[in-house]
């Protein structure tokens, strides 16, 4: 059985009253959007397979990192689907068949996956830094607005999306900086393995990110390439920044302590033995005293007789 998709799916926004997209995917774009799908579907059992291989207590990186190539398998799916788009009117009209036409088929859906993905990138990140949460918070946001006056200036059809690109490509900086200068500074403070392991996941994640810019340019902005050939551009540097990053961060975490990183993380199987409920005094035997010799003999939370009286909380 074929891609049905498009046929099920129509590049026909029915919320626009029945808006048809000029420029849209074609059966050979979807295709693709499938095989990303598949390779974000796999990817996310397989990092989820290797979490248990470590304690629950030195897996919030795969937990962290299984939930970027999730929300991005979901994401890839609806794209696939021909869904998660709306038609905008282009600022550039070309002549050529493959963007030629007056809207263009713009995928919100990806931004979304953005919006979620990104920030969990940059946590994968910064945590390996051991960076201070100040940083690491200014920097999410940062990314936050790169995503959406990204979004903005893909759906506004004036010259006015270019400030948004703009402001966009500040925030990509201030995050660019945050990465490259101060986190890596942090990175080499606390040792070779983090260090190597940020140096090889940073410089893959920044060097991949100036890239987003100049697709959404190419796309988004200039409706200078096909919907086909952008699904194409994004599915690569997804792949390369989502999966192929997050296995290279795993690999380096086999030999990194998370409480180096300041991660001390609890299990309840790591509670000491003999304590009560949190926030409860806990007793054993009787709670009576009496005196010889005016020293106090009575046992209060397994204390012995005649040692000082010891309470556990």
Same mark, same amino acid.
């Given at each position: 059985?074929?891609?049905?998709?498009?046929?099920?799916? @129509?590049?026909?926004?029915?919320?626009?009253?029945?808006?048809?997209?000029?420029?849209?995917? =074609?059966?050979?774009?979807?295709?693709?959007?499938?095989?990303?799908?598949?390779?974000?579907?796999?990817?996310?059992?397989?990092?989820?397979?290797?979490?248990?291989?470590?304690?629950? &207590?030195?897996?919030?990186?795969?937990?962290? &990192?299984?939930?970027?190539?999730?929300?991005?398998?979901?994401?890839?799916?609806?794209?696939?689907?021909?869904?998660?788009?709306? @038609?905008?009117?282009?600022?550039?009209?070309? #002549?050529?068949?493959?963007? #030629?036409? +007056?809207?263009?088929?713009?995928? +919100?859906?990806? +931004?979304?996956?953005?919006?979620?993905? &990104?920030?969990?990138? !940059?946590?994968?990140?910064?945590?390996?830094?051991?960076?201070?949460?100040?940083?690491?918070?200014?920097?999410?946001?940062?990314?936050?607005?790169?995503?959406?006056? $990204?979004?903005?200036?893909?759906? =506004?059809? =004036? #010259?006015?999306?270019?400030?948004?690109?703009?402001? $966009? %490509?500040?925030?990509?900086? *201030?995050?660019?900086?945050?990465?490259?200068?101060?986190?890596?500074?942090?990175?080499?403070? !606390?040792?070779?393995?983090?260090?190597?392991?940020?140096?090889? %996941?940073?410089?893959? =994640? /920044?060097?991949?990110?100036?890239?987003?810019?100049?697709?959404?340019?190419?796309?988004?902005?200039?409706?200078?390439?096909?919907?086909?050939?952008?699904?194409?551009? +994004?599915?690569?540097?997804?792949?390369?920044?989502?999966?192929?990053?997050?296995?290279?961060?795993?690999?380096?975490?086999?030999?990194?302590? @998370?409480?180096?990183? $300041?991660?001390?993380?609890?299990?309840?199987?790591?509670?000491?033995? *003999?304590?009560?409920?949190? $926030?409860?005094?806990?007793?054993?035997?009787?709670? *009576?005293?009496?005196?010889?010799?005016?020293?106090? &003999?009575?046992?209060?939370?397994?204390?012995?007789?005649?040692?000082?009286?010891?309470? /556990?909380?």
């Amino acid at each position: 059985m074929g891609n049905d998709a498009l046929n099920v799916n @129509p590049s026909i926004a029915a919320v626009f009253g029945g808006v048809v997209a000029d420029i849209s995917i =074609t059966e050979h774009g979807s295709d693709w959007l499938w095989a990303v799908t598949a390779i974000m579907t796999l990817s996310t059992l397989i990092i989820l397979g290797m979490s248990f291989r470590v304690p629950r &207590t030195a897996r919030v990186f795969h937990y962290i &990192t299984a939930s970027i190539t999730l929300v991005a398998a979901i994401a890839y799916f609806t794209m696939a689907s021909n869904l998660g788009w709306v @038609p905008v009117n282009v600022e550039f009209v070309r #002549s050529r068949d493959v963007v #030629s036409g +007056y809207t263009r088929e713009i995928f +919100y859906a990806r +931004y979304i996956d953005w919006f979620i993905t &990104t920030p969990l990138l !940059l946590l994968d990140l910064l945590l390996t830094a051991g960076l201070p949460w100040p940083t690491i918070l200014f920097t999410i946001l940062l990314d936050e607005v790169m995503i959406v006056t $990204g979004l903005i200036g893909a759906l =506004t059809s =004036t #010259s006015y999306k270019w400030g948004y690109f703009v402001f $966009g %490509c500040i925030a990509f900086l *201030g995050v660019a900086w945050n990465v490259m200068f101060v986190a890596r500074q942090h990175a080499f403070a !606390l040792g070779s393995d983090i260090h190597r392991t940020f140096i090889s %996941c940073g410089v893959l =994640t /920044t060097f991949l990110w100036f890239l987003y810019p100049i697709a959404w340019g190419l796309c988004e902005g200039g409706n200078v390439i096909s919907p086909d050939s952008e699904a194409i551009f +994004y599915g690569i540097l997804d792949i390369l920044a989502k999966p192929v990053f997050g296995f290279l961060l795993l690999a380096g975490h086999r030999n990194i302590d @998370p409480a180096i990183l $300041g991660l001390a993380i609890r299990d309840v199987a790591d509670r000491p033995t *003999g304590t009560g409920v949190r $926030g409860e005094k806990t007793h054993h035997g009787g709670v *009576g005293t009496t005196h010889h010799g005016g020293v106090a &003999t009575g046992t209060t939370a397994g204390t012995t007789t005649g040692a000082p009286v010891t309470q /556990t909380v």
